[in-house]
């Protein structure tokens, strides 16, 4: 079974902050995804990466940047929180036949 | 308007109806279609995936596709209260690696 874990389930930060949110995948699988979840507008995507060092940008990455360092690990950094990112942040990884498998989320409330 | 639609709800039904659940799309190079649940504070897991038009089924879960009218539906039968969640669809082309797009999710309750 894949694993995906994130490093918090519920995390509080005040304005201004740096956050660093993490994510570990044991599948080996080469493309991860970092999306937020809001009510009412669904899951948007914020960055993705094909490979190590890679990353691209989603639909929504302004705030936001991503470090992938190793293949099994994906970090989404906000470099200076601000309270219109407070959200439930999800992450992701693909397997090869497109299968996207979710972590179990982090619940990010700025102060 | 966009690429994916998906009614809200809350779909609210007995235990032991048959519920139907559905997404529109708009772009036809969609041809990976996904369905994930979702329970309260916790993260999607994949219920059940297809790439091609008619019926998937597994257990009492039938998924359909139908891409010539750019519709998708989950289908529930014999719900029970433990199927209470969020849905969400989500479609993708057929290229690996390339992201999904999901729909807004609709929460089901099912009342014993």
């Known amino acids: 079974d894949v694993k995906v874990t994130q490093s918090s389930r519920y995390l509080v930060k005040r304005t201004g902050e740096k956050v660093f949110l993490e994510c570990v995948q044991d599948?080996?699988?080469?493309?991860m995804f970092w999306y937020r979840q809001d009510p009412g507008l669904g899951l948007r995507l914020i960055y993705f990466s094909y490979d190590v060092k890679m990353k691209e940008k989603g639909d929504i990455p302004e705030g936001y940047s991503v470090s992938r360092e190793k293949k099994e690990r994906f970090s989404l950094i906000l470099e200076s929180a601000s309270t219109n990112q407070t959200s439930m942040y999800l992450c992701v990884t693909q397997g090869g036949d497109n299968e996207q498998f979710f972590g179990p989320g982090t619940r990010l409330t700025v102060l | 308007q966009k690429e994916v639609e998906q009614d809200p709800g809350p779909l609210s039904v007995p235990e032991g109806a048959i519920v139907s659940l559905n997404c529109t799309y708009s772009?036809?190079?969609?041809?990976?279609f996904m369905w994930y649940r979702q329970y309260s504070r916790k993260g999607p897991e994949l219920l059940m995936y297809t790439y091609s038009s008619g019926n998937k089924e597994d257990g009492r879960f039938t998924a359909q596709v139908d891409k010539s009218s750019k519709y998708i539906s989950l289908f529930i039968r014999d719900s029970q209260p433990s199927d209470s969640a969020t849905y969400l669809c989500?479609?993708?082309?057929?290229?690996?690696?390339?992201?999904?797009?999901f729909g807004a999710g609709t929460i089901l309750r099912v009342k014993s």
């Open positions: 989500a479609m993708s082309p057929m290229e690996y690696g390339n992201k999904l797009v």
């Open positions: 772009n036809s190079a969609f041809q990976y």
């Open positions: 599948m080996d699988h080469e493309n």
